[in-house]
Nanobody, 128 residues
Framework: QVQLVESGGGLVQAGGSLRLSCAAS????????RGWFRQAPGKEREFVAA????????YYADSAKGRFTVSRNNAKNTVYLQMNSLKPEDTAVYYC?????????????????????WGQGTQVTVSS
């Protein structure tokens, strides 16, 4: 059974940091791009960040640029999201996902429909 399990969420004050992890089991995703999305109450799920299958390229939503860093450790089948300078508007459930295309090398990573494996989400709450 394939599973993506996020961890590292929690409550943090504005300006603080959190590091989210997403560990995969049941299969290896070393040849698949990985993404992070988030969904705030009453809002649609939105793209946050992605990393290419090789790890050589990263992509960020404008809201995440300069504050968030996505990385991966293929040996551990894990992807990370380091979040710094957190703001109250970052409050959401954060989901990790695995892209559906093997060795995807395109330039668009923002569509949730392109990801076919999802974690259950981890809550991030930033207080002001």
């Amino acid at each position: 059974q394939v599973q993506l399990v996020e961890s590292g969420g929690g409550l943090v004050q504005a300006g603080g940091s959190l590091r989210l992890s997403c560990a995969a089991s049941g299969r290896t995703f070393s040849s698949y791009a990985r993404g992070w999305f988030r969904q705030a109450p009453g809002k649609e799920r939105e793209f946050v960040a992605a990393i290419s299958w090789s790890g050589s390229s990263t992509y960020y939503a404008d809201s995440a640029k300069g504050r968030f860093t996505v990385s991966r450790n293929n040996a551990k089948n894990t992807v990370y999201l380091q979040m710094n300078s957190l703001k109250p508007e970052d409050t959401a459930v954060y989901y990790c996902a695995a892209h559906q295309k093997l060795f995807y090398s395109g330039s668009t990573y923002t569509y949730s429909d392109d990801y076919n494996y999802w974690g259950q989400g981890t809550q991030v709450t930033v207080s002001s």
